[in-house]
């Protein structure tokens, strides 16, 4: 079993955000030296509690602290973003630390509606277009867009030999069946949701469909524990950790009705929309 970390930056009670962020760093050395294989970091906005709205920033100096653990984040909340620009943005991240370099994305909105709407440019995410999102993300990061494509020549700097390793993150079967289609890794939040865990990541491995791309990207299941930080003043260990490929036994069942990707064309993946008679999936975003 490999052990992880998925920091969320707490402000601890007396504490200042810049503080919080100075121990984000520290416990990544800490914990690349008891060999620990990967360091993600989370975004949230506007939750006085939490202090990293940014995690592709704090990222770069996360690298540059650190020298062999796998980096990421757990995760950029992708419906807010353009799929390219993001793209771009860990493509440089790559170059500064080849190798290196977990891209962790999400559709949870990450706030409130209102700051929600304040992230977004005055407009409220659309979770309904993250099939599309992700699947043009991963296509200008591989350089598999179609040829119809309209941003098939839009050239993405800085180029290179490698890219960053993508993950699908997610509380409910949605995200999990849309990284299987996709052929994308998949880590359920089970600090999120405790439940149902096991089922959603037996039908992702189930159903995982390999790509046909320049980088195959294996099936690899991690489960992602809820993590914290006890007051340095306190006696007890710092506690952070994620299991990778075990989750919880429950009775609930997952739906196993996977969103429909069809051949790569300029349209790319689609799901069944919220409250659509589409017949092409009965999956509902759940979370």
């Not at 540059?64 to 993001?86: D, H, M, N, Q």
């Not at 995982?208 to 489960?223: G, I, M, N, V, Y």
């Not at 930080?229 to 609930?252: G, V």
Request: glycine share 10%.
């Amino acid at each position: 079993m490999r052990l992880s970390v998925l920091d969320q930056s707490p402000v601890i009670a007396g504490h200042t955000p810049a503080r919080a962020i100075e121990e984000t760093l520290k416990l990544a050395r800490r914990v690349e030296e008891l060999g620990y294989s990967r360091y993600w970091l989370a975004e949230h906005h506007a939750i006085a509690a939490l202090a990293d709205p940014c995690p592709e920033i704090l990222l770069a100096r996360l690298g540059a602290e650190t020298k062999r653990i796998r980096i990421g984040t757990g995760g950029v909340l992708l419906p807010y973003y353009s799929a390219f620009k993001v793209a771009e943005i860990f493509r440089m991240l790559e170059a500064l630390y080849p190798g290196r370099l977990d891209l962790g994305i999400g559709r949870a909105p990450g706030g409130d509606a209102r700051t929600a709407r304040a992230v977004g440019g005055g407009r409220f995410p659309d979770a309904e277009n993250f099939p599309q999102q992700v699947w043009e993300l991963v296509g200008h990061l591989d350089g598999t867009l179609p040829d119809d494509h309209p941003e098939k020549n839009v050239r993405l700097q800085p180029g290179g030999g490698s890219a960053p390793e993508v993950w699908l993150l997610g509380s409910s079967d949605y995200s999990g069946l849309l990284a299987a289609q996709l052929g994308l890794r998949f880590a359920f939040a089970h600090f999120i949701n405790p439940r149902g865990g096991d089922l959603v990541m037996r039908a992702y491995k189930e159903r995982f469909q390999r790509p046909r791309t320049k980088r195959p990207r294996s099936a690899r299941l991690s489960s992602i524990c809820d993590a914290w930080r006890w007051p340095t003043t306190s006696t007890r260990p710092f506690r952070r950790s994620s299991r990778r490929s075990s989750a919880p036994t429950t009775k609930k069942s997952a739906n196993t009705s996977a969103p429909s990707v069809p051949a790569r064309s300029s349209e790319g993946p689609s799901a069944a929309k919220r409250g659509s008679g589409s017949s092409q999936s009965s999956i509902r975003p759940t979370s």
